[in-house]
């Protein structure tokens, strides 16, 4: 396969099939007809977003809110990087915090590493003490952490922890539903009410619930938690709100499987585990991929709405505080999160694409 034929692969396998007409013009390969599917693909789309813009200039500065007028493309962009660069900032402080805590720690230890040589290896019950408490402050000096609250890389960071877990926990619930219900009709009529019933509940209408529960089942003393209860109950809320498209697809996929794989199963008087593994789960693939494909961006919306509530450290909580300080500038940093919002689902989308067409027998549509 030639380096063209790859690279054309790889970006149908990234679902990114616009890009093809660019490399095939840089070959020379029909010019005419590249350049004509560039401007379909790529011109047209370039000038629709600049014509957004443009609206969104001119609208911007006619509309008056109680926080000023709306921010401008321009405003939206220089509150991108300040907050780039507060992040930056923030780095550099904590970087020099542990420096400066480290220089801390090495002085005590040298302080008392010099009452030791003094004392020749037998220091007095005074200078034993002096010894210790010198130690035990460098000790403390290096266990003592940063203080400062997160950045909005951070709450990127969070947002993005949070839906996985969600996401990760739907997916082990779901697909093992799935199979049963694919593999039994008596099965999926009896989830077949729970599913219709709880499948188009709102997170809002979750969130509450979790919360208490939560709150009643997970009693660890903060100091020693793994997860902050904010965290649990935004991720449990992805996972009850995402895992319904993973177990219709997943049971669809099973169900769908050809008869004549599960004859041969029979024939060849296959354990129920090993049809499961080598016959059912490989042939309903595709499926569960496009199952989960949808699940992980129904997770993505429901989550920014969980932790506003929640108040999990990430982005739904910077959108939610931006709202509460009420100014223009937080006004374009919330459509700086918007867009961003957008950005990150775009490109899990991808993601999940990318896998789903390399489990898959043909690119999805």
Known sequence: ????????????????????????LVTLEEP???LRLLGLYVGAPFLAFLGFLAVWSGAARA??????????????????GNLARQHAESRAAEAEFYRGQEGRAASFEAAAARLEAD???????????QIALLKERAEGARSRRYSSGPTYLDQI???????????????????????LCGLSKVFMSAMNPLIQIFKPVSPLAWLPIVMIVVGALYTTDPREAWFEKSFISSAFTVALCSLWPTLVNTALGVASIDPD??????????????????????SALPLIFAGLRISLGVGWMVLIAAEMLAQNPGLGKFVWDMFQNGSSQTLAQIMVAVFTIGLIGFLLDRTMIVLQRLVGHEAPA
């Open 1 to 24: 396969m030639s380096a063209k034929a790859r690279l054309i692969r790889g970006l149908s396998l990234a679902g990114l099939e616009v890009l093809e007409p660019l490399i095939r």
């Open 63 to 80: 509309i008056v809110t109680n926080y000023g007028t709306l921010p401008t493309p321009a405003e939206v962009w220089r509150e991108a």
């Open 119 to 129: 004392a020749g290896g037998a220091p007095s019950a005074a200078a034993a003490k």
């Open 157 to 179: 960071a969070t947002s993005l922890e949070t839906v996985f877990a969600g996401f990760l926990v739907a997916s082990l619930v779901a697909i093992p539903i799935g199979i």
């Open 32 to 34: 005419g007809k590249q």
């Open 261 to 282: 794989h599960v004859n041969v199963a029979r024939v060849l008087r296959l354990g129920w585990w090993t049809r499961i593994r080598k016959i059912v789960v490989p």
